[in-house]
């Protein structure tokens, strides 16, 4: 167990629809990084947040956005659906940005 | 050029060998390397880090820099069948951490 933490576990949402994912990082850390992990892929980087300012962004649209909270707590947010979307979405955290990131459980998000 | 390549495998080693996984990055300004498992269905689990050029070794598991030739390695000692997963390299980036699409070990009993 790592400490971080998602929800929901799984999803399953309608194309066009929005959907907000939620992590919990894990204790003492300030730094949360979101990915995307298709089937049979590597995790792909959407975007960081540090101390509630993103702090990095990888090639993903706008449709795409988050959010850090005080406590270090995350969201991300995903407009307009697509099929595409179909993923595991992973968030992790870590102590500072170049320092080992630990994964929470993940949401399973599937798009119909 | 994809940043981190590993060979997808699968790899397939008897029980108690050592099982050898390679990666190489393109990006010569990354500082930071991470080799993660990860088991079918579940997230990654952070396994080795290692920042500097030489060997770290954890248990059974060594990781292995070599900067120059910017090549990260992970050997595994007396390979157990729990030990099948998928291995995934991660080098960091620009306040990014790019990952390989990992390499799947099995260890045959």
């Known amino acids: 167990e790592t400490g971080v933490t998602q929800s929901p576990t799984h999803l399953i949402k309608t194309r066009g629809q929005q959907v907000t994912l939620r992590c919990s990082s894990q204790s003492g850390h300030n730094t949360v990084s979101w990915y995307q992990q298709a089937l049979g892929q590597g995790p792909q980087f959407i975007f960081q947040y540090y101390r509630e300012e993103e702090n990095g962004r990888g090639n993903f649209p706008p449709r795409f956005s988050g959010l850090q909270f005080p406590n270090y707590s995350s969201e991300l947010n995903v407009n307009a659906l697509e099929l595409d979307d179909s993923a595991l979405y992973l968030c992790?955290?870590?102590?500072?940005?170049?320092?080992?990131?630990?994964f929470g459980p993940g949401t399973r998000l599937t798009v119909t | 050029q994809k940043e981190v390549e590993q060979n997808s495998g699968p790899l397939s080693v008897p029980e108690g060998a050592i099982a050898s996984l390679n990666c190489t990055y393109s990006?010569?300004?990354?500082?930071?390397f991470f080799w993660y498992r990860q088991y079918s269905g579940k997230s990654p689990e952070l396994i080795m880090f290692?920042?500097?050029?030489g060997d770290k070794e954890d248990g059974r598991f060594t990781a292995q820099l070599n900067k120059a030739s910017q090549y990260v390695s992970l050997l595994i000692r007396d390979s157990q069948p729990s030990d099948s997963a998928t291995y995934l390299c991660?080098?960091?980036?620009?306040?990014?951490?790019?990952f390989g699409t990992g390499t799947r070990l099995t260890v045959i009993p």
């Open positions: 991660a080098v960091t980036g620009a306040n990014n951490l790019f």
């Open positions: 990006d010569r300004g990354s500082q930071s």
């Open positions: 992790a955290s870590s102590l500072l940005v170049e320092k080992e990131q630990y």
């Open positions: 290692i920042y500097s050029n």
